[in-house]
């Protein structure tokens, strides 16, 4: 094992993830925000690494939409060229359901005989790789013991329902909400325009694919499982039991203590009759029997995550 603490005034951390990146098999960053700044600085040697068929990934925030719309477009256009390059954005804390600002900054790289962590201030962006006052920790191990932790925790960035892969869609509405807060961003946040552009990219998020599905999703899926069956409408109790049991078998990420208090909530924001501003219409409580329920046409036409 050997351990580094570096500044980019010893030796830019940019130099170093190059150097990992080019020779990586599997390749893993997640980090708070990101520019195409940052991504010309890396671009050779993540394409050399696409190249010889390495995989990447890249999970990026989106809070204060600080992160560029030239490095979605760049990363959405690159992975249409290059399959093996994946790239995930993380709801912003209006979105992610836990109010939680994203603020990671791990980069994780697996070669046939070492892994190489790196945890500490740096966002992939050009000052942040380069000419910052960055503070970076850098582990390089042939047996992973620091690196599987940081692994585990990038796992759990990595399998909740607040990521999303973006598409042009979702950054052409990104992009206009990125330039009215780089104008003036007190004034965007009141802004209703620009309110509403938000409210209609956070309902494109739910229909773009994720790492994981999300709990409406799980619900409509056992729905539809039980009424294959020939059950039209399902008690709350086997939703509980069969979400449950689709998340314990598929070892999804999810707060298990709470985990009936969030299906019942998907169930109530959801319903036909929600007064919840972001319903969706996907279910139907029956009128018959309390804690029964069944999906509208749209629940059953749903495809989202």
């Given at each position: 094992m050997a351990i580094q603490i570096l500044s980019n005034l010893n030796y830019p951390i940019g130099n170093i993830i190059?150097?990992?990146l080019q020779n990586a098999q599997i390749a893993r960053m997640a980090v708070a925000f990101l520019k195409y700044s940052g991504l010309k600085v890396i671009e050779s040697a993540m394409g050399k690494c696409l190249q010889n068929k390495g995989n990447i990934e890249i999970i990026t925030g989106l809070d204060f939409k600080t992160t560029d719309p030239q490095s979605i477009h760049?990363?959405?256009?690159?992975?249409?060229?290059?399959?093996?390059?994946?790239?995930?954005?993380?709801?912003?804390?209006?979105?992610?359901k836990t109010d939680i600002v994203f603020h990671p900054k791990i980069y994780l790289f697996q070669s046939k005989n070492e892994t190489?962590?790196?945890?500490?201030?740096?966002?992939?962006?050009?000052?942040?790789?380069?000419?910052?006052?960055?503070?970076?920790?850098?582990f390089k191990e042939s047996k992973p013991i620091y690196f599987s932790q940081l692994e585990a925790i990038y796992n759990s960035v990595k399998f909740t329902d607040s990521v999303f892969a973006p598409d042009e869609?979702?950054?052409?509405?990104?992009?206009?909400?990125?330039?009215?807060?780089?104008?003036?961003e007190e004034k965007a946040s009141k802004d209703k325009g620009v309110q509403e552009v938000i409210e209609q990219i956070q309902k494109r998020e739910q229909l773009l694919?994720?790492?994981?599905?999300?709990?409406?999703?799980?619900?409509?899926?056992?729905?539809?499982?039980?009424?294959?069956?020939?059950?039209?409408?399902?008690?709350?109790?086997?939703?509980?039991?069969?979400?449950e049991k689709i998340v314990t078998n598929k070892k999804l990420s999810y707060k298990m203590d709470t985990f009936r208090n969030s299906i019942?909530?998907?169930?109530?924001?959801?319903?036909?009759?929600?007064?919840?501003?972001?319903?969706?219409s996907l279910f139907i409580r029956s009128s018959e029997?309390?804690?029964?329920?069944?999906?509208?046409?749209?629940?059953?036409?749903y495809e989202g995550r």
């Open positions: 190059n150097q990992e760049y990363l959405i256009q690159l992975h249409r060229q290059m399959p093996n390059l994946k790239f995930y954005c993380y709801g912003d804390r209006d979105e992610n190489t962590g790196i945890v500490g201030s740096t966002n992939l962006t050009r000052g942040g790789l380069l000419t910052n006052f960055e503070a970076n920790v850098i869609e979702y950054l052409a509405g990104y992009s206009d909400v990125y330039k009215a807060f780089l104008k003036n694919p994720g790492t994981v599905p999300s709990i409406k999703s799980l619900i409509i899926q056992v729905i539809k499982n039980e009424q294959q069956r020939g059950t039209d409408f399902v008690p709350l109790q086997m939703i509980y039991q069969e979400v019942r909530g998907e169930l109530n924001k959801h319903e036909l009759n929600s007064k919840h501003q972001d319903k969706m029997r309390k804690g029964y329920y069944s999906l509208t046409d749209k629940g059953k036409r």
